[in-house]
């Protein structure tokens, strides 16, 4: 059965591109799901028929996936789910977090007593899914599905506060931000070595808002990014080494 089958037929501008956005959320959730690895071919009439659709929506989903970095082109072959970022991507983009993240924990840090309770929540959610990942070793076939999740919480954390930044345009960035944060980890699946660390950071981020001084709260966004940074260029050399 088709995921995307209709009561009535879908025609005009406006349903195409409703069509078009269904076929980019599928096909993003097997990316950020891990479902198809890096370097695999993403053919159009393939994707369409596994689901239902005519080659145009598919085709144009790829295109908006390109834009994020996902996925690349290459010229008469293809798409292709992009390759893990390099050491140097990977520097390039921390760069980009800690000049975004401590300006929104800055915005965010009058409104603490507001975002303490959402923070606190999401910082539970990721002990519980980084206990979870810190109880198997590496080669456990179940290690993929718990690093998602894990993944998942830890981006959220990171969300509340650009929730109460009140600012559209720092929102914006750290969505962008988002689908390339999924390329840098998925040089780290398999990898735990960050897990441990980042809860302990998030869990000083959590006290500096609670004192609710500015200048804290950005010292301690900046230290985890920063710590994230190193970690994270340390697993992609890893990856690059094989």
């Known amino acids: 059965m088709s995921l995307f089958q209709e009561s009535v037929p879908i025609t005009g501008a406006v349903e195409r591109r409703v069509l078009r956005d269904r076929v980019y959320d599928v096909i993003l959730d097997r990316l950020m799901n891990g479902e198809v690895q890096p370097g695999v071919r993403l053919g159009i009439d393939i994707l369409a028929k596994e689901l239902d659709v005519s080659p145009t929506p598919v085709r144009e989903a790829l295109v908006q996936l390109e834009r994020t970095g996902l996925v690349s082109r290459e010229a008469r072959r293809g798409y292709r789910v992009a390759a893990p970022l390099s050491v140097a991507q990977t520097a390039e983009l921390f760069d980009a977090r800690i000049v975004i993240e401590t300006g929104a924990a800055a915005l965010a840090a009058p409104r603490a007593g507001e975002l303490l309770p959402r923070l606190v929540e999401?910082?539970?959610?990721?002990h519980r899914t980084a206990d979870a990942v810190?109880?198997?070793?590496?080669?456990?076939?179940?290690?993929?599905?718990?690093?998602?999740?894990y993944f998942d919480a830890d981006w959220r954390f990171h969300q509340a506060i650009f929730d109460r930044c009140e600012n559209t345009h720092l929102q914006q960035m750290a969505e962008s931000l988002g689908t390339h944060m999924h390329r840098r980890r998925q040089s780290s699946m398999g990898r735990t070595n960050d897990v441990a660390f980042a809860v302990a950071e998030h869990d000083a981020i959590v006290d500096a808002f609670r004192v609710g001084e500015v200048a804290g709260i950005v010292d301690a966004m900046r230290s985890h990014v920063s710590n994230v940074k190193a970690r994270a260029i340390e697993s992609a050399r890893a990856a690059e080494a094989g």
């Open 134 to 149: 810190l109880e198997l070793d590496d080669d456990d076939p179940r290690m993929a599905a718990r690093l998602s999740e």
């Open 122 to 126: 999401a910082e539970e959610r990721h």
